[in-house]
T-cell receptor
Framework: DAKTTQPTSMDCAEGRAANLPCNHSTISGNEYVYWYRQIHSQGPQYIIHGLKNNETNEMASLIITEDRKSSTLILPHATLRDTAVYYCIVRALRGFNKFYFGSGTKLNVKP | GAGVSQSPSNKVTEKGKDVELRCDPI?????LYWYRQSLGQGLEFLIY????????KSGLPSDRFSAERTGGSVSTLTIQRTQQEDSAVYLC??????????????FGNGTRLTVT
């Protein structure tokens, strides 16, 4: 699996958009980008995934650069409950490839 | 429906004892994963099951660790002769099928193991 690089921590004001970057410069053509988050004392929660097109769901938007070497997870209106560790993961289309969770980004949403 | 269930939620054991951790995946999910998370760290992959088979055991840290899955459902992670460095949260996840990329992992809330 390609490895990812994320900032250790970020702050965001409540009600503002949170933009979490991720670098995956060694990503292969058959690898998807996944985002999960982990709220304290809970298991990780799936947020969104994509291959090369931008994606949006009820939780977030995923913007993937044209060269696919980086992506940004956007929480459009962050709330205090969005305070969590956010993991960016790349995973191949076929065959077994375990999800590799790095250290993630600790997002602190402040009132 | 019900999510991934893990038991116990907390386990305190003495060094040298054996422990068993249980995972009940979401009904119908054929892929099952075990991860370990030490305090303040990311997730460390341990083992993966597809059905009852474990094609990847590469993450098990030592031969004191073993896991099995019966009936394509419940899985048990066993740690023999526990050591203090085994203290961590053990997370289980399942997904409908592993070879479909649109099947994200669904995690339980983990078992917090403390070895004293």
């Amino acid at each position: 699996d390609a490895k990812t690089t994320q900032p250790t921590s970020m702050d965001c004001a409540e009600g503002r958009a949170a933009n979490l970057p991720c670098n995956h410069s060694t990503i292969s053509g058959n690898e998807y980008v996944y985002w999960y988050r982990q709220i304290h004392s809970q298991g990780p929660q799936y947020i969104i995934h994509g291959l090369k097109n931008n994606e949006t769901n009820e939780m977030a938007s995923l913007i993937i650069t044209e060269d696919r070497k980086s992506s940004t997870l956007i929480l459009p209106h962050a709330t205090l409950r969005d305070t969590a560790v956010y993991y960016c993961i790349v995973r191949a289309l076929r065959g077994f490839n375990k999800f590799y969770f790095g250290s993630g980004t600790k997002l602190n949403v402040k009132p | 429906g019900a999510g991934v269930s893990q038991s116990p939620s907390n386990k305190v054991t003495e060094k040298g004892k054996d422990v068993e951790l249980r995972c009940d995946p979401i009904s119908g999910h054929t892929a099952l994963y075990w991860y370990r998370q030490s305090l303040g760290q990311g997730l460390e992959f341990l083992i993966y099951f597809q059905g009852n088979s474990a094609p990847d055991k590469s993450g098990l840290p030592s031969d004191r660790f073993s896991a099995e899955r019966t009936g394509g459902s419940v899985s048990t992670l066993t740690i023999q002769r526990t050591q203090q460095e085994d203290s961590a949260v053990y997370l289980c996840a399942s997904s409908p099928r592993d070879l479909i990329p649109l099947s994200p992992l669904h995690f339980g809330n983990g078992t917090r193991l403390t070895v004293t």
